[in-house]
């Protein structure tokens, strides 16, 4: 239940049988389904979770109870790191209430660390604290780049980008969750969907 966790770390940084041993127990497995809320706005984000299995959510509702997809999570070979991870993640950094919720689109597994263990193995493991440092890049770079995609990205090169980084969840993630979190309607969504399908058959 840990195999794939040890493996990614291993992606980025080496980890000896010690260092691992101290990683692993501060680990534990929890499993949600379909429709749990893991995480609610306004709640300290006091766990890490590494996603094994599954598909949940991150999202914010606005004064009208419409909700907005931040972020999706899921582990295929087209996840990054900002995927792979329930978490919102400045929250969690700075241990002050959080503005996103979090739900479970389809049966989870995950991989959970608490706040308190995450610097135990910081400040015990000279590789776990590097790994942490290489999280917050790639949060910071996350951020940066969803702005700079509303700002500058059409809506069909916005929905392309996500269709050839992520094409899993075209066909797993309901429609109105990714037209929110792609910035458009779902019925503008679909008109992409269409016309991004018509030029792959014409290939």
Same mark, same amino acid.
């Given at each position: 239940?840990?195999?794939?966790?040890?493996?990614?770390?291993?992606?980025?940084?080496?980890?000896?049988?010690?260092?691992?041993?101290?990683?692993?127990?501060?680990?534990?497995?929890?499993?949600?389904?379909?429709?749990?809320?893991?995480?609610?706005?306004?709640?300290?984000?006091?766990?890490?979770?590494?996603?094994?299995?599954?598909?949940?959510?991150?999202?914010?509702?606005?004064?009208?109870?419409?909700?907005?997809?931040?972020?999706?999570?899921?582990?295929?070979?087209?996840?990054?790191?900002?995927?792979?991870?329930?978490?919102?993640? #400045?929250?969690? $950094?700075?241990? &002050? %209430?959080?503005? !996103?919720?979090?739900?479970?689109? /389809?049966?989870?597994?995950?991989?959970?660390?608490?706040?308190?263990?995450?610097?135990?193995?910081?400040?015990?493991?000279?590789?776990?604290?590097?790994?942490?440092?290489?999280?917050?890049?790639?949060?910071?770079?996350?951020?940066?780049?969803?702005?700079?995609?509303?700002?500058?990205?059409?809506?069909?090169?916005?929905?392309?980008?996500?269709?050839?980084?992520?094409?899993?969840?075209?066909?797993?993630?309901?429609?109105?969750?990714? #037209?929110?979190? $792609?910035?458009? &309607? %779902?019925?503008? !969504?679909?008109?992409?969907?269409? /016309?991004?399908?018509?030029?792959?058959?014409?290939?």
């Amino acid at each position: 239940m840990f195999d794939k966790y040890r493996e990614f770390i291993q992606r980025y940084i080496p980890m000896n049988i010690l260092q691992w041993g101290i990683v692993r127990s501060r680990l534990s497995v929890r499993r949600y389904v379909k429709g749990d809320i893991i995480h609610h706005m306004g709640d300290v984000c006091s766990q890490l979770m590494y996603i094994n299995s599954g598909l949940a959510r991150a999202y914010t509702i606005d004064e009208n109870g419409r909700d907005y997809t931040w972020a999706i999570y899921f582990n295929d070979h087209n996840s990054s790191m900002t995927n792979l991870f329930v978490v919102d993640y #400045a929250s969690f $950094l700075s241990q &002050t %209430p959080s503005q !996103l919720y979090i739900d479970v689109i /389809e049966d989870c597994e995950v991989v959970v660390t608490d706040y308190k263990d995450v610097q135990y193995i910081y400040d015990h493991t000279k590789n776990g604290d590097r790994f942490g440092r290489l999280m917050s890049d790639e949060a910071y770079k996350y951020m940066h780049n969803q702005a700079i995609q509303r700002q500058t990205r059409t809506a069909t090169q916005r929905f392309e980008q996500f269709a050839t980084d992520t094409p899993y969840l075209l066909q797993k993630v309901p429609q109105y969750h990714i #037209a929110t979190l $792609l910035g458009i &309607t %779902p019925q503008h !969504l679909s008109r992409l969907k269409s /016309e991004y399908k018509a030029k792959q058959d014409d290939k």
